[in-house]
């Protein structure tokens, strides 16, 4: 019998060191810059010296803002001074899923929807858990409400690794599919980050809420985790999160812009484009006349500077071969010109093939 081949998977980070970053559409982080607001009250707090530890939970102030975040845009009411906690700060949504995934997942199994963020199965793995995929179907992403309910029955009453959770992502990396309302109703718990939509990947800044009876016991794996979250960032968010009322409205209106142009230069030039319901990335079927999307990444990273990443870096299976995620959550000039070298490569490949 012969062995069992292991799929090649593209590494992201990897990836992003290949090319420029005026042509890395390949990782999933805003390099737009900064609110000013924002970057102000940063330099003001740290020169301020309020660079010490913070309560494990996150600062009250915060906790504050993001508790009216929630109201606002989400509709749920959380006390944030509420004992047990309903609200913590963590270190960006992973800080919370680690969080999770040492409280609750050990020995136990998680449902990801393929194609699925990488990160989710090697956090469960590294922390004594598994996962299990369920995959999404067609062109248009498609969750089987009836697949769904049969595969947790069955992996409910198992003994080893009984499924406890399900991830859940609306928009979703990598494809930005935004789930219907049916398609969510099995979720319990909220999770979130500031790390796309204020620009600052690397301040590390999330939060996850919900039931205080879940909520509460993650607080103890936080603190043995992570001390705190960065206190001087913490302190300068909470002064702008919610000074601009329209700070989410023109921001999903940039991204609006920036994914029609992007969809467009990308349709030129034979991609077809998965209309997701979201706009920071763009998920698309490569071009016919290319073996499959790693062959594609190669001959733009040499050629144009450009990269995305393939689909197979998102799934177990070989469905998403010929399938890419583009991040666009660029400025302008950068976005528009690396898109302008990958419609030249692309033109120039399919000519030489044709002669």
Not at 260 to 275: I, T
Not at 288 to 296: S, T
């Amino acid at each position: 019998m012969k062995p069992m081949k292991t799929k090649s998977r593209p590494d992201i980070r990897a990836l992003t060191r290949l090319v420029a970053s005026s042509g890395n559409l390949v990782q999933g982080q805003s390099e737009l810059a900064i609110n000013p607001a924002l970057a102000e009250a940063a330099s003001r707090v740290i020169a301020a010296s309020q660079n010490h530890y913070g309560p494990a939970e996150g600062l009250i102030e915060l906790r504050r803002a993001v508790a009216e975040k929630i109201a606002t845009f989400n509709g749920i009411l959380i006390d944030p001074e509420g004992d047990p906690l309903q609200l913590l700060i963590t270190p960006g949504a992973t800080g919370a899923l680690i969080a999770i995934a040492q409280t609750y997942l050990r020995s136990a199994s998680v449902l990801v929807f393929e194609p699925y963020y990488p990160y989710h199965r090697h956090i469960l793995n590294e922390l004594g858990g598994t996962t299990e995929l369920l995959p999404l179907h067609g062109e248009k992403l498609e969750l089987d409400p009836d697949e769904l309910r049969a595969r947790c029955r069955a992996l409910k009453n198992r003994k080893a690794f009984p499924l406890e959770a399900i991830i859940v992502c609306t928009p979703a990396n990598p494809t930005g599919k935004v789930f219907t309302g049916s398609e969510l109703e099995a979720i319990a718990a909220a999770v979130n980050s500031f790390s796309k939509s204020w620009n600052i990947s690397g301040w590390r800044l999330g939060y996850v809420y919900g039931d205080a009876r879940l909520v509460s016991a993650l607080n103890k794996a936080n603190s043995v985790f992570y001390v705190c979250s960065p206190t001087p960032l913490q302190r300068a968010l909470s002064e702008v999160l919610k000074i601009d009322p329209r700070y989410y409205t023109d921001l999903h209106e940039s991204f609006v812009v920036k994914r029609r142009f992007a969809v467009q230069a990308l349709e030129q030039v034979g991609f077809e484009v998965y209309d997701s319901g979201s706009a920071f990335y763009v998920w698309t079927r490569i071009p016919e006349g290319f073996e499959d999307a790693m062959q594609l990444n190669e001959m733009l990273i040499d050629r144009a500077g450009v990269a995305g990443v393939p689909g197979s870096a998102f799934a177990d299976s070989d469905d998403w071969n010929n399938y890419m995620r583009l991040c666009i959550a660029r400025e302008d000039g950068v976005l528009q010109g690396a898109l302008e070298r990958l419609q030249i490569a692309v033109e120039t490949f399919g000519r030489e093939a044709k002669v």
